[in-house]
């Protein structure tokens, strides 16, 4: 690739000041969930608004990380992370001093548009500042930062559970107090150089793969962009089911189903964490070299096994823990951090804003689906849990399908002509193409 790369140095702070999108996602996300039961209590809330607060928060979150990803591509990657957290902050302040519901829904619908924008766009910044040696790494960095917010949510509530309405307003004011930080440090991040140089190009009308790819129909009519979308696509979306099932109905499940408290539960998803961070950064080690799949291998059969343990021997202390061991091992070589990294090396420029927003809205859609039946189907729980085995077994295989052979990332090739491009990408998608990570 011919563009200019930012210094080490400069790469690993872009890292996180854009990866705090993910810190900030969440903690917006588990902030919401506690304090609005602990406003609930102390306004007065009726189910109908807590429901409608909830859904408006996965909803905003889908449509802001559609659109955000397109306004990424089409206007720039710096002008529309500044918006978001602009966006955030004024939602979380809002939160923090509303008390009735539709000023508080006015308020959740900037957190999810603001949060779902900045997602696809901030790792669109954070691939394009690095290199092709540390891409892969500087990604993962930012699913750590993902890791921290729940952490320092779930630590801040065990501190302010108790204080009812005061309560809800320290943590959306934690977040919102973050999401000011992190605007303040990205008024210095300047535009990315690799869309500053797809967007130049693109207005010479110039004859290179990222000035023509540009679209959201490009993701339809041209076939090296649509398989690897609706892989990724079908990947994520039946992934991410678990992975809301547990964050959404985990705690409904360990009482109601297994029949241990909210704090014995509460205690081992905290002691999950950690480890979660820890195959975090063993997975950044990994990310950049040839045994990626592998992993990627492993953390699918490890996920899939572990949401079979309960289905098949029932539902026990036991039982649960396998189920956590396998979201971590999953969670950390075959989910999120893997998709972001796939999405980044498979689509040009000005093409990847809108690829990756695409992903998450659709998998946000249909876990918002799935969650409305999830209470009832959870009378059957071995039963669910086992659909939720097979579906997530065939989000692993499309995958494995779609990338075990695709060697060849875009960044290496979309500043080439459009010829040697293609030739370049055609040669990618066949199994003789030489090995990279």
């Known amino acids: 690739m011919n563009t200019t790369r930012p210094p080490r140095g400069r790469s690993w702070w872009v890292a996180v000041v854009a990866g705090m999108a993910s810190y900030i996602d969440a903690a917006a996300i588990v902030s919401t969930g506690i304090g609005l039961v602990l406003y609930q209590l102390a306004f007065g809330l009726t189910d109908l608004q807590f429901g409608g607060l909830s859904?408006?928060?996965?909803?905003?979150?889908?449509?802001?990380?559609?659109?955000?990803?397109?306004?990424?591509?089409?206007?720039?990657?710096?002008?529309?992370?500044?918006?978001?957290?602009?966006?955030?902050?004024?939602?979380?302040?809002?939160?923090?001093f509303s008390s009735s519901f539709v000023p508080l829904l006015i308020a959740i619908v900037l957190v999810g548009l603001g949060t779902g924008a900045d997602l696809p766009v901030s790792i669109a910044t954070i691939s394009e500042a690095a290199t092709d040696a540390n891409r892969g790494k500087l990604i993962g960095f930012s699913?750590?930062?993902?890791?921290?917010?729940?952490?320092?949510?779930?630590?801040?509530?065990?501190?302010?559970?108790?204080?009812?309405?005061?309560?809800?307003?320290?943590?959306?004011?934690?977040?919102?107090?973050?999401?000011?930080?992190?605007?303040?440090?990205?008024?210095?991040?300047?535009?990315?150089?690799?869309?500053?140089?797809?967007?130049?190009?693109?207005?010479?009308?110039?004859?290179?793969?990222r000035a023509r790819a540009s679209g959201l129909k490009h993701l339809f009519t041209d076939r090296r962009y649509l398989a690897p979308f609706l892989g990724l696509l079908?990947?994520?979306?039946?992934?991410?089911?678990?992975?809301?099932?547990?964050?959404?109905?985990?705690?409904?499940?360990?009482?109601?189903?297994?029949?241990?408290?909210?704090?014995?539960?509460s205690l081992i998803t905290l002691l999950s964490l950690p480890a979660g961070i820890l195959l975090g950064i063993w997975f950044m080690r990994i990310v950049d070299g040839r045994h990626r799949m592998t992993y990627y291998i492993v953390g699918a059969i490890t996920s899939t096994a572990g949401l079979l343990v309960p289905a098949i021997f029932g539902f026990s202390m036991v039982t649960l823990i396998a189920v956590y061991i396998g979201a971590a091992v999953g969670g950390a070589f075959a989910f999120e951090a893997i998709m972001k990294v796939w999405t980044q090396e498979t689509f040009p420029t000005?093409?990847?804003?809108?690829?990756?927003?695409?992903?998450?809205?659709?998998?946000?859609?249909v876990a918002a689906g799935v969650a409305l039946v999830t209470p009832m189907l959870l009378g059957a729980a071995q039963v669910m849990y086992a659909a939720l085995a097979l579906l997530v077994a065939i989000g692993y295989l499309v995958a494995w399908l779609t990338f075990r052979n695709r060697t060849t990332a875009v960044f290496e090739v979309e500043a080439d002509s459009v010829d040697e491009a293609d030739a370049a990408l055609d040669a990618s998608t066949t199994p003789a193409a030489r090995p990279v990570s």
């Open 55 to 96: 859904a408006a928060l996965t909803l905003g979150v889908a449509v802001g990380a559609l659109v955000g990803g397109w306004l990424g591509d089409r206007y720039g990657r710096r002008s529309v992370f500044l918006v978001t957290m602009v966006m955030i902050v004024a939602g979380s302040a809002l939160l923090v």
């Open 143 to 209: 699913q750590l930062l993902w890791y921290g917010g729940i952490l320092s949510t779930v630590g801040l509530s065990t501190i302010v559970g108790g204080m009812g309405a005061l309560g809800g307003q320290i943590l959306f004011a934690h977040f919102g107090v973050v999401a000011l930080i992190v605007l303040i440090l990205r008024v210095g991040i300047p535009e990315s150089e690799s869309w500053r140089q797809a967007r130049r190009e693109k207005l010479q009308a110039a004859d290179t793969l």
């Open 234 to 265: 079908v990947f994520y979306a039946l992934v991410n089911l678990a992975a809301n099932t547990s964050g959404q109905f985990g705690t409904y499940v360990a009482v109601n189903v297994v029949g241990i408290s909210v704090q014995l539960n």
């Open 350 to 365: 000005l093409l990847r804003g809108s690829a990756q927003g695409a992903i998450i809205a659709a998998a946000r859609l």
